[in-house]
């Protein structure tokens, strides 16, 4: 065999121990020159594939390194293969020869058993595989049975509702033609109640008139009295036949007078001294307004500042802006964030009061809640982007800051 044909990879050995003579004769005082080609690669701390080729020029091409090489090797360094390339005995062709076959027919054997080993886990991949679709198809099949049954019973639920929905429907109807019935009588009653009374007027008129001097001990007063009476029995009556048992109890006339009745005080927006509404200059005057409260959406303020932070993050920088903001003007403050309520908020500052709006109760709510509780003499602002919140605290009286005002206030 010619020794060109030995692969590099079965000469590795010998070409790393080749590499490190000359590395260390290149280090030693004074040095041992390498050859010209392995100069580049002496830094480096181990031989790369891509030095294999140059390393092995050397070696064939300076019998003189190759030699030195071969005399520091040994087989427990280089291999009975390396060594034989390295020092060439007699015969060494034959010798590497057989080797070389030996390795050809080992690696061979190992790549058959490495592919032997690889179809093998292969094929239990695709046992294991084709288990678990047999248990994921068996478990479709049960969902799928579940889902049916769920299905079969909401339509079942669907049909009774619709039936009940029916029901509530014509008894809707019957209660409205009963309310009209019963308003009739009601309007009948009070026109014979009316009528009434006009004849009562003309009775203490005629009383009046037909008194004489002889007449003193009648006592007008009384008949009046009794004839009123009798009237407003006959009101009654009236408005007792006005509808059976069941329409008397739910059935109740408007109280005329409740329209007359004083309406209660709303609470007033705080007018602002010639500032527009959207200014910074507004949203500092309005923060330190005497005994006001402002209000924060608390996630409609933290989700516009710090679009990119977590959840918690963004209501820590949140309740810190707020807090610097009443340390500088003495402002309570109160932020209000969704929750399930069960979570602790875990972060109170001073001057600011945190909570989350209650299981079942979103934040827009639970603001209104306590603007609603609060003395009607209060200024109150509501800080959030948010209309639908925006109007209903508008109605309420509350001065409105948009998001960007008060991050502007608070210098974030």
């Known amino acids: 065999m010619d020794a060109t044909e030995v692969p590099d990879e079965l ?232 509808g059976n048992g069941a329409e008397r109890e739910t059935l109740a006339r408007p109280d005329p007078r409740a329209s007359r009745r004083k309406e209660r005080p709303r609470r007033v927006a705080a007018v602002l001294p010639g500032l527009s509404a959207e200014t910074r200059e507004a949203a500092e005057w309005l923060v330190r307004l005497k005994r006001v409260l402002v209000i924060v959406d608390g996630y409609n303020v933290a989700k516009s500042a710090w679009p990119d932070e977590s959840l918690s993050e963004q209501r820590s920088r949140l309740v810190d802006a707020l807090s610097e903001l009443h340390a500088r003007y003495h402002t309570p403050l109160h932020v209000v964030f969704d929750g399930d309520g069960s979570v602790s908020p875990g972060f109170h500052r001073r001057g600011v009061r945190v909570t989350y709006s209650p299981a079942g109760v979103i934040a827009d709510d639970e603001i209104m809640s306590i603007i609603s509780g609060l003395a009607i003499d209060r200024p109150v602002v509501v800080v959030t982007d948010d209309a639908e919140l925006r109007e209903r605290a508008r109605a309420a009286g509350a001065n409105l800051l948009a998001v960007a005002q008060l991050l502007s206030v608070v210098g974030r």
């Open 11 to 242: 000469l590795r050995p010998a070409l790393e121990v080749a590499f490190a003579v000359a590395v260390v004769g290149a280090r030693q005082r004074p040095p041992i020159a390498a050859p010209p080609l392995l100069r580049p690669f002496l830094k480096l701390q181990k031989l790369p594939d891509r030095a294999l080729a140059p390393v092995r020029k050397v070696l064939e091409n300076d019998d003189e390194f190759r030699e030195r090489v071969g005399s520091v090797a040994s087989v427990e360094t280089v291999d009975e293969l390396g060594l034989l390339w390295l020092q060439r005995p007699a015969g060494w062709e034959d010798a590497v020869a057989a080797l070389v076959a030996t390795a050809g027919a080992e690696a061979a054997e190992a790549d058959a058993e490495r592919a032997d080993r690889t179809a093998r886990r292969r094929v239990d991949a695709a046992e294991e595989a084709a288990r678990r679709a047999q248990a994921e198809l068996a478990a479709a099949k049960a969902s799928l049975s579940t889902v049916t049954g769920l299905l079969e019973a909401e339509r079942d639920r669907r049909a009774l509702a619709e039936a009940a929905r029916d029901k509530v429907l014509a008894r809707a109807g019957e209660l409205e033609r009963a309310i009209e019935r019963a308003s009739r009588r009601l309007d009948d009653a009070d026109m014979a109640a009316s009528v009434a009374r006009g004849r009562v007027l003309e009775l203490e008129a005629a009383l009046e008139q037909s008194r004489g001097p002889d007449q003193e001990g009648f006592d007008r007063a009384a008949v009046v009295s009794a004839i009123e009476r009798a009237c407003e029995a006959l009101a009654d009556a009236g408005r007792a036949a006005a």
